[in-house]
Each structure stands twice: as C-alpha cells, then as structure tokens.
C-alpha cells in the first residue's frame, strides 16, 4: 500500500487554496444510484415471480406441463428453469438452453428500462437476440440428437 501510495503520488496535485469541482459523483450518490437500481431489479422479479406463482395455480391442471414449462421460463427465468429441471422433459438441454438464451420478459424489462432511461435503441438487442435463440436453440437440439449431451 505504501509502495503505491509513493508511486501514485507523482501524480495526484494538490491545489492550495482552490477548490476543485469533482467530476466524479460523491460515495453517497453512487450508493443512492445502486439502491435504485436494486428496487428496479428486485422489483420486477418480484413482480413477476407474483404472477408467475398465480397463473400456475390457475393453469396447474388445465394447461399441458409443455405449456406450463414455456410460461414459467417466458415470464421469470429462474423459476421457469427449477419448474423445466423438475419436469425433466426430452431435450431437457435444448430447452434449458433455449431458456437461457431467450431469458425471460422479467429480464427483458430490466434491460427496457435502463435503455429507456439511457436514450438507447432497443431494435439490436431485439434482433440480435432472436437470432441467438434459434442458432443456440438449433445447436443445441442437433447434440442432443446426435448424443453428444
């Protein structure tokens, strides 16, 4: 640590009597931006965990398990995945993988709201994961058929 400090030292100036404006945000606005943005994240799994556990126990025994698995993984992926695990469908990989890449709308309004706030553009995100959906979905499928997974 001393070590640094001296090598560092050459390059940290010291102004007297000026006040320097810090380009940097403060520790307590770096803290508050981090606090917000884990009542976002929590919140919208939160959210939709929620519906997630009432159309299940809506649907349960009216709706196949297949169409149960692609709503649980469409809507929250981290429950959808326990739900796909515990069924243990054929092509259980596939499906995991395809989960995996096509993440879940929970996620996907994660990323909608912090480019929203940034001013970006959603259409590449959108286009270039569609396309990882089906090279993942289809790749994944041919190993299973072969027998490599």
Known sequence: TISALIFWRRHIHFHKG??????RPHFFNIVQQSIQTTFIVGGVIIFFSTI??????????????????FL??????????????????????????IALTAQSASIHLQVF????????????YALMRLLMIALIGMLFFLYEKVGIL
Not at 52 to 69: G, M
Not at 72 to 97: D, K, Q
Not at 113 to 124: I, P, Q
């Open 113 to 124: 709201l912090f480019a929203k706030k940034e001013g970006l553009s959603l259409k590449r």
């Open 18 to 23: 000026i006040t320097v404006k810090e380009d």
């Open 72 to 97: 649980s993984s469409s809507l929250e992926m981290t429950n959808g995945l326990v739900f796909l695990h515990e069924a243990n469908p054929i092509y259980l990989y596939t499906l995991c993988a």
């Open 52 to 69: 997630l556990t009432i159309l299940l126990a809506l649907l349960q025994n009216n709706v196949s398990i297949p169409l149960l698995l």
